[in-house]
T-cell receptor
């Protein structure tokens, strides 16, 4: 079975603080994909990143960075110098070869509140 | 617009009624997905279409739920004899499937269903 755990239900920070959102996953697949999505108040999920299980290289995109560690089954997301516009619910998700790459399993999400 | 369009955005119905939710994917996207998101939860997979056929319907909760995509574009999710537990936001997504890979999913804003 596949499972994604986002233990942080809600995080509150003040603008310009750095914040890390945790994601821990479980899968028996050797080939799988990990994702992060952002869900602003409008409700539309916005794709942020996809990482395959063979690529453990960390990635940075502007203020966003991701730390993938297979040894701890984690795929954490860091926002540097947070801004009010970063306020949203962030979901980590997983898809694997055995259950079908098209079927994403989502965590319960972390609500990020960035105050001015 | 160029994004995934879902109608209605809000639907209130009474227990036992029949409901149809429509999804208009991004033009040219061959894959279409339905997810369901209950309050405070992450999206849960319902069904995935590749072209006109349902490639994976393992997430449909029971036989009251059915989805079609007759011409490989617009899809309709149909719920018979609605129950209060069906209340949720129904999200549609589409992607341009690359063979052997998992394309980025583009989500609509969802249809919020409330069953009284």
């Amino acid at each position: 079975a596949q499972k994604v755990t986002q233990a942080q239900t809600e995080i509150s920070v003040v603008e310009k603080e750095d914040v890390t959102l945790d994601c821990v996953y479980e899968t028996r697949d050797t080939t799988y994909y990990l994702f992060w999505y952002k869900q602003p108040p409008s409700g539309e999920l916005v794709f942020l990143i996809r990482r395959n299980s063979f690529d453990e290289q960390n990635e940075i995109s502007g203020r966003y960075s991701w730390n993938f560690q297979k040894s701890t089954s984690s795929f954490n997301f860091t926002i540097t110098a947070s801004q009010v516009v970063d306020s949203a619910v962030y979901f980590c998700a997983l898809s694997g070869m055995n259950t079908g790459f098209q079927k994403l399993v989502f965590g319960t999400g972390t609500r990020l509140l960035v105050s001015p | 617009g160029a994004g995934v369009s879902q109608t209605p955005s809000n639907k209130v119905t009474e227990k036992g009624k029949y409901v149809e939710l429509r999804c208009d994917p991004i033009s040219g996207h061959t894959a279409l997905y339905w997810y369901r998101q209950s309050l405070g939860q992450g999206p849960e997979f319902l069904i995935y279409f590749q072209g006109t056929g349902a490639a994976d319907d393992s997430g449909l909760p029971n036989d009251r739920f059915f989805a079609v995509r007759p011409e490989g574009s617009v899809s309709t999710l149909k719920i018979q004899r609605t129950e209060r537990g069906d209340s949720a936001v129904y999200l549609c997504a589409s992607s341009f499937m690359s063979p052997g890979g998992t394309g980025e999913l583009f989500f609509g804003e969802g249809s919020r269903l409330t069953v009284l």
